[in-house]
C-alpha cells in the first residue's frame, strides 16, 4: 500500500513552490516524519516530511518543477525498494498521458475572459481606476493581473500592458573570452521575489528617505551595565533592537500615519504593532514579524529576534510568521554602513535604517566633544506621510534613544 506524499498548505497569498531538492532517493527507507525534500516558496524555504514509514517510491515532482498546494510529489510504500517500483508505475504513466488532453489549449485561449478570475482586489482597483486588468501584464501565476500589477499600471496612467516584457531582460552577449569565465545560475522564488517586490514598491509609493542622527551612549552605557544580569535573567543577550523597537512603537503611536497603508482609494490605519526586522540569510532577505510588540518587554523582544534570527539562518520560519508586518526595521550596521536609504517593504509607509555606531565630534554645551553617534533614515511613502511627519517620527525614534527613561515612562 502507497502513502501519497503532497505540497502541505502554503500560506496565505502562496499559491505555488519549487522543488528545491530531493534528501532520498527511490528505494531508500525513510521514518514517518523524516524531511524527504525541501520546497521553495517565494517567502521561505521549507521541508517536507515523511507522512509514513516505509520506502521512497517514486518520485513525480523532480529538482526544480513548480508545484501547487496540494499536488502529489511522490509516494512512500511499505516494504523494500523493489516493491516501490510495481506500485509506482501506473503513477508515473499518467503525466505521459495528460499530453493528449492538454492538447486542447481552448481554454487558455479563452483566458481573455478570465479577467473576473484576477480575484477581487484586483476587480476593486478596476472599478474604481478604470484601468482593465485585461490591458496590464500579469505577474502571477498563469498570468494573472495581482494587485501589485494593477497599482504600478494605475501610477502609470494604465500604461502597462508592456510589463511582462519587464523581468525577461536581454543582455548583450559577452565575448567568447569572457562567458566561458562567467557562471549562470538560475534565481531562486525567494531571490525573484525580493526582486520584484522591491520594484514594485519603487514604481507603486512616492517614496523619499529622511535622515537623522542619534547619540547612542545612553542606551550603550544602560546596556553595558546590565547586560550580564540581564542574559543571566532572561537567557538572551541584551542588544539595541529590543530599544529600537520599543521607540520605534512609542513614535508610530504619535505619529499613526508611518503604521498606516493604503487600499484603493482608503487609508487603513493599524491600530496594532506588528515590527518586522529585516534578517540576511545566505538565500536572501527574509522579514520575520514580531507581533503585537508593544505588548512584549524588551527582554521579550529579544528572545523573539534571537530565536527568528536562528531560524531564518536554518530556514525554519513559517510563512505565517512572515506577514501581517505594519512597518520594518532593517539594521545595515551590522555589516558596516554608515548611511543608507532602506527601500519600503510594500503596503506598508514606513522602513527604519538603522547603521554602525561611530565616534564624531559634537558640539555639547558649546564645547566639541567625542560622541558614539548613528545615522538613522526613515524611507517612507510620501502618499500617505507628509515631510512634516516622517520628520517628526524620527525625532521621536531620537529622543527616546537618547534618554531611555522615556521609554519606561512611556513619554
Known amino acids: 500500500m ?36 525541501e520546497l521553495e516558496t517565494d517567502k ?14 517514486d518520485i513525480v515532482a523532480k529538482d526544480g518543477e513548480t508545484v501547487s498546494p496540494g499536488a502529489v510529489l511522490g509516494s512512500i510504500v511499505e516494504g523494500n ?32 475572459g478570465a479577467a473576473k478570475d484576477h480575484g477581487p482586489a484586483v476587480a476593486r482597483l478596476a472599478a474604481e481606476s478604470g484601468v482593465s486588468p485585461d490591458n496590464v501584464g500579469g505577474t ?26 519587464a523581468p525577461v531582460q536581454v ?33 507603486t509609493a512616492a517614496m523619499l528617505t529622511t535622515f537623522n542622527d542619534v547619540d547612542m551612549g545612553a542606551v550603550m552605557q544602560l546596556r553595558s551595565q546590565y547586560k550580564d544580569v540581564f542574559e543571566k535573567k532572561h537567557g538572551t543577550k541584551l542588544g539595541f533592537m529590543g530599544f529600537f523597537t520599543k521607540a520605534v512603537i512609542q513614535a508610530l503611536k504619535d505619529v499613526p500615519a508611518v503604521n498606516a497603508e493604503i487600499d484603493g482609494q482608503d487609508l487603513v490605519y493599524k491600530n496594532y504593532y506588528h515590527i518586522g526586522i529585516a534578517v540576511g540569510t545566505e538565500k536572501g532577505l527574509v522579514v520575520p514579524v514580531v507581533r503585537d510588540a508593544d505588548d512584549l518587554s524588551v527582554a ?37 554602513s554608515l548611511m543608507s536609504t532602506p527601500i519600503l517593504n510594500a503596503p506598508q509607509s ?28 526613515l524611507s517612507y511613502d510620501h502618499r500617505i506621510v507628509d ?4 520628520v517628526t517620527f524620527l525625532v521621536r525614534v531620537k529622543e527616546a534613544l537618547e534618554d531611555p527613561a522615556r521609554l519606561v515612562l512611556d513619554l
Open 44 to 57: 521561505v524555504t521549507l521541508e517536507v516530511n515523511a507522512p509514513a514509514s516505509g520506502t521512497l517510491g
Open 140 to 165: 502571477g501565476k498563469d498570468g494573472r493581473v495581482t494587485k501589485g500589477d494593477m497599482l504600478a499600471a494605475i501610477a502609470t496612467g494604465g500604461a502597462q500592458a508592456a510589463a511582462p516584457s
Open 2 to 37: 502507497a502513502t501519497e506524499i503532497r505540497v502541505p498548505t502554503l500560506g496565505e497569498s502562496v499559491s505555488e513552490a519549487t522543488i528545491g531538492r530531493w534528501f532520498k532517493k527511490p528505494g531508500d527507507p525513510v521514518k514517518a516524519d523524516e524531511p524527504v525534500l
Open 387 to 390: 515631510g512634516k511627519e516622517a
Open 300 to 336: 521579550g523582544i529579544e528572545k523573539k529576534i534571537a530565536d527568528f534570527g536562528r531560524r531564518a539562518r536554518d530556514g525554519k520560519l513559517s510563512i505565517d510568521e512572515m506577514q501581517g508586518g505594519t512597518f520594518t526595521i532593517t539594521n545595515g550596521g551590522i555589516y558596516g
Open 81 to 112: 525498494g523493489a516493491a516501490a517500483a510495481p506500485a509506482a508505475a501506473p503513477k508515473a504513466e499518467a503525466p505521459k498521458a495528460a499530453p493528449a488532453p492538454a492538447a486542447a489549449p481552448a481554454p487558455a485561449a479563452a483566458a481573455p
Open 171 to 203: 543582455r548583450a552577449p559577452s565575448a567568447p573570452s569572457d562567458a566561458e569565465r562567467e557562471e549562470r545560475v538560475k534565481m531562486t522564488k525567494l531571490r525573484q521575489t525580493i526582486a520584484r517586490r522591491l520594484k514594485e514598491a519603487q514604481n
Open 350 to 377: 514606513g522602513i527604519l535604517g538603522m547603521h554602525r555606531i561611530e565616534d564624531r565630534p559634537v558640539v555639547r554645551n558649546g564645547q566639541v566633544v567625542v560622541r558614539p553617534m548613528m545615522y538613522l533614515a
